[in-house]
């Protein structure tokens, strides 16, 4: 089992910036992807950025030039720096972690862009 535990959401105006955080703990052994997720209500959860081991980054389109996703090995973590924050990125950000094809996650943390 991988526990996840994200932090660093809140409130930001338009334009702001945020940095969230995901620490893993227990069998983190050998996991290979973490990554980045988010989900507003009535909606899919969407990806947003993901980062394997050993490979590049991937972001998707709405990320794209914007949010920077970040890991550290040594800590078991996974980061993600959000500039030039739009109202539309509001949302619930859910951290993951894939381990043996088996995924984990974590609770979510609020992010809300707003005036």
């Known amino acids: 089992q991988v526990q996840l535990v994200e932090s660093g959401g809140g409130l930001v105006q338009p334009g702001g910036s945020l940095r969230l955080s995901c620490e893993a703990s227990g069998n983190t052994f050998n996991i290979n992807a973490m990554a980045w997720y988010r989900q507003v209500p009535g909606k899919q959860r969407e990806l947003v950025a993901i980062q394997s081991s050993g490979s590049s980054a991937t972001y998707a389109d709405p990320a794209k030039g914007r949010f920077t996703i970040s890991r550290d090995n040594a800590k078991n973590a996974v980061y993600l720096q959000m500039n030039s924050l739009k109202p539309e990125d509001t949302a619930v950000y859910y951290c993951?972690?894939?381990?043996?094809?088996?995924?984990?996650w974590g609770r979510g943390t609020q992010v809300t862009v707003s005036s």
């Open positions: 993951s972690a894939t381990r043996f094809l088996q995924t984990y």
